[in-house]
């Protein structure tokens, strides 16, 4: 079969989910294509909650971006009537002169963004149940929380169906091509032409691209479910979010909502992978090896041996920063790719900015800072 749309989607994870709904709300004729059945658990947006902050240490430009994704996710929960956030606040541990305590600081001043530094001796009676390493300072802030990502990617999806766009899960694209102004794309069941394409593979990004030799590494990162042990701990209520940035991890994680659970990951590291459909998904004690020094130190309440795992991987850039923009040869393509593991709290505002730069050759986002021809990415060619 042969179908021409106003657009394509190929990859309909967290970013490509909401690239579609943005386009369909926009009125085009869209389809948007993946290789499994959205949401899934076989890329990296699943395992039921993401971490959402503003005070971002990683680089001060997103912080406008990610006050963009506030606004939309919480018009996604007004149009779905759904609840998608949870605002319980965040505090960074980490050693004053790094880049997380520092960074955060920066981004909160020059953003004027709520926020605390919490004195050494309030701890314990501020995060009941957490311990604070020495010489570690607290940043805490306020409107920090996470956002439920199955229900995020289902509401895109459901909205951009509801607006005329066509899903086809478990559908694998073999190939695409400029045709002239246009593009076609083959699949195993198909060949479909678009005045636009836009391109958010996840892990798959560096196979789909590979002309463009962006310098992409895929990695298996595992997140883990750890139980709470003593029955008369403070931890039993739910709490903050928070982030121990360590000389052998940076470790985060949530308070889970069945009040007995911990969910946390390890943001370094992880172990390369060399094809994301054979990714290792068993997970063994060497996976939370770490986590048993960071529990006994930080949260000595909590087991560390982890009653539910999952594993998902991170498609980094050499600089942790994001790929969005046009293609470089053919501007009826745009990419969103190299999510490094912080991205999916970007996708509601990303997305937005994936379909304004399709079908407007500019967005009103401020994402210079994420454009294919910056140094970190230029020198590797």
Not at 270 to 281: F, Q, S, Y
Not at 284 to 313: H, N, Q, W
Request: hydrophobic share 35%.
């Amino acid at each position: 079969m042969s179908s021409h749309y106003d657009a394509i989607v190929i990859g309909c994870g967290g970013f490509g989910s909401s690239a579609l709904f943005h386009l369909a709300s926009r009125g085009v004729k869209v389809l948007g294509i993946d290789r499994f059945q959205p949401p899934h658990d076989k890329g990296s947006s699943h395992g039921e909650t993401r971490m959402i902050r503003k005070a971002y240490h990683e680089h001060v430009d997103y912080v406008p971006l990610v006050q963009n994704a506030y606004r939309l996710w919480h018009e996604l929960e007004e149009r779905t009537s759904q609840k998608l956030y949870y605002e319980t606040g965040l505090f960074f541990a980490a050693p004053p002169e790094g880049s997380t305590i520092t960074g955060a600081k920066l981004a909160a001043r020059l953003h004027h963004l709520r926020h605390e530094i919490v004195p050494r001796e309030d701890f314990r009676d501020r995060f009941p149940g957490f311990e604070l390493p020495e010489g570690f300072d607290v940043f805490l802030e306020h409107e920090a929380g996470y956002l439920l990502i199955d229900d995020c990617q289902r509401a895109h999806l459901d909205l951009a169906r509801s607006l005329g766009a066509e899903l086809h899960g478990d559908e694998t694209v073999i190939s695409w091509k400029p045709e002239g102004a246009s593009v076609a794309v083959e699949t195993n069941r198909g060949r479909y032409t678009a005045d636009r394409l836009v391109m958010t593979a996840g892990p798959w990004a560096g196979q789909v691209l590979s002309s463009l030799n962006i310098p992409l590494k895929v990695v298996r990162k595992t997140l883990f479910w750890f139980p709470i042990r003593n029955e008369n701990s403070p931890l039993f209520s739910p709490g903050t979010c928070y982030f121990y940035d360590l000389p052998w991890g940076e470790f985060y994680g949530f308070h889970c909502r069945d009040g007995r659970t911990l969910k946390m990951a390890d943001h370094a590291g992880g172990e390369d992978v060399v094809d994301p459909l054979t990714v290792d998904r068993t997970v063994t004690p060497r996976d939370y090896a770490g986590f048993e020094k960071f529990l006994a130190i930080a949260m000595p309440d909590v087991s560390p041996v982890p009653v539910k795992s999952s594993v998902c991987m991170y498609t980094r850039t050499p600089d942790g920063n994001f790929v969005v923009d046009r293609h470089p040869e053919h501007p009826q393509v745009v990419i969103g790719c190299g999510f490094s593991g912080h991205g999916f709290k970007f996708t509601s505002v990303i997305g937005e900015a994936l379909a304004q730069l399709s079908l407007d050759g500019r967005t009103e986002h401020p994402i210079g800072f994420l454009s294919l021809d910056r140094p970190a990415l230029c020198s590797n060619e």
